[in-house]
């Protein structure tokens, strides 16, 4: 068995859905240095299927939030989609089914640890994506995208807007006041550091350190959130 094939039958085992079209997935697991090594047309490496996944997850997950969640506003929707769908998050998906391991590198990339690079298996797993719509239809693109993007959303909601998050925590349970304190700032005026407190109903609850303000207090606030 070859390596592609190899490859194929592993992917397909590991989320469950076996492609009509193995030329799809092929290409998906394909990465440009390969197929420039392999002097195989460039249009068989997934940066095409790369370009339609992304097109097919930010309309999935824009698709969660809008149904899920009716009272958030437009910028905090953006904000949590932009948390969601980030090279990071992608990253950390495409580990979730072992991506990494199964791109077909060239040579070069291979050597520059090209498997654990958050940019090369997040394209990659974007390009999955396509090639499920392609063979599957939205249906199956979505399934895949509930299970491995979507499930933890709650988690980067967290993340992307604390303050939010916290307000929304602190509403629910007591309608106290929130209140961002600036306890210390250091550092030249090109490079300061700020030191922010976090107070709920008077009491300090959280503490942060940032670049700016707005980074000290959303460290703040994830402090806070995890106290409550």
């Known amino acids: 068995m070859s390596e592609i094939d190899s490859a194929v039958n592993t992917i397909e085992d590991r989320i469950g859905y076996s492609f009509r079209n193995?030329?799809?997935?092929r290409e998906a697991l394909t990465h440009s240095?390969?197929?420039n090594e392999r002097k195989i047309n460039k249009l068989s490496c997934n940066e095409r299927l790369e370009y339609l996944g992304d097109a097919?997850?930010?309309?999935?997950?824009?698709d969660h939030i809008?149904?899920?969640?009716?009272?958030m506003p437009e910028g905090r929707m953006s904000k949590f989609r932009a948390s969601l769908v980030c090279e990071d998050a992608l990253a950390i998906s495409a580990e979730k089914i072992g991506l990494g391991k199964?791109?077909?590198?060239?040579?070069?990339?291979?050597?520059?640890?090209?498997?654990?690079?958050?940019?090369?298996?997040?394209d990659a797993f974007e390009a999955v994506i396509g090639a499920l719509y392609l063979d599957g239809g939205i249906d199956t693109a979505r399934k895949f995208i509930t299970e491995y993007v979507l499930q933890n959303a709650e988690e980067h909601l967290v993340t992307a807007d604390p303050k939010s998050a916290l307000q929304e925590k602190v509403q629910a349970m007591n309608h106290d006041t929130i209140e961002y304190r600036i306890?210390?700032?250091s550092g030249p005026e090109h490079d300061k550091s700020y030191s922010v407190?976090?107070?709920?109903?008077?009491?300090?609850?959280?503490s942060?350190?940032?670049?700016?303000?707005?980074?000290?207090?959303?460290?703040?606030?994830?402090?806070?959130?995890?106290?409550?």
């Not at 809008?66 to 009272?71: E, G, M």
């Not at 942060?208 to 409550?228: D, I, P, Y």
């Open 197 to 206: 407190e976090v107070l709920i109903g008077g009491n300090v609850c959280g």
């Open 33 to 35: 240095s390969f197929a």
């Open 66 to 71: 809008f149904r899920n969640y009716p009272d």
């Open 22 to 25: 193995k030329e799809l997935i």
């Open 102 to 122: 199964l791109i077909l590198l060239g040579k070069g990339e291979e050597q520059s640890g090209g498997r654990e690079k958050p940019s090369v298996t997040s």
């Open 208 to 228: 942060g350190t940032g670049r700016s303000k707005k980074l000290a207090e959303k460290e703040a606030a994830l402090e806070a959130l995890r106290r409550l």
């Open 183 to 185: 306890i210390s700032e």
């Open 56 to 62: 097919v997850l930010e309309l999935v997950s824009s």
